[in-house]
Nanobody, 122 residues
Framework: QLQASGGGVVQVGGSLRLACTGSGRTFNAMGWFRQAPGKEREFVAGISRSGGSTLYADSVKGRFTISRDSAKNTVYLQMNRVKPEDTAVYYC???????????????????WGQGTQVTVSS
């Protein structure tokens, strides 16, 4: 029910935009997580249904921006000034439960996309 797109190879310092569209239901909070080889999946950014509340991991704050178009049931992740450590498979996630309005917790999200690979090359 979540389809992610936009991954690819980008050079250090470059930009990339990920998109994730949901179907079948209306979601409350949506978010992005990532998982690098050999590491656990980690929170990247989350956004409330209205878009009025956002959360970011410290590692991406100031470089990444999460936004959403609720009419299209789509969430975006604008990635700027990327670094080699941003290389990972990026997963979009969504929750139906209304509370909390946005969350950093992996287990708060009920729906997951298939993942899209982002590789930052130097």
């Amino acid at each position: 029910q979540l389809q992610a797109s936009g991954g690819g190879v980008v050079q250090v310092g470059g930009s990339l935009r990920l998109a994730c569209t949901g179907s079948g239901r209306t979601f409350n909070a949506m978010g992005w997580f990532r998982q690098a080889p050999g590491k656990e999946r980690e929170f990247v950014a989350g956004i409330s249904r209205s878009g009025g509340s956002t959360l970011y991991a410290d590692s991406v704050k100031g470089r990444f921006t999460i936004s959403r178009d609720s009419a299209k049931n789509t969430v975006y992740l604008q990635m700027n000034r990327v670094k080699p450590e941003d290389t990972a498979v990026y997963y979009c996630a969504a929750k139906v439960a209304p509370l909390p309005p946005v969350s950093r917790q992996l287990n708060a999200y009920e729906y997951w996309g298939q993942g899209t690979q982002v590789t930052v090359s130097s």
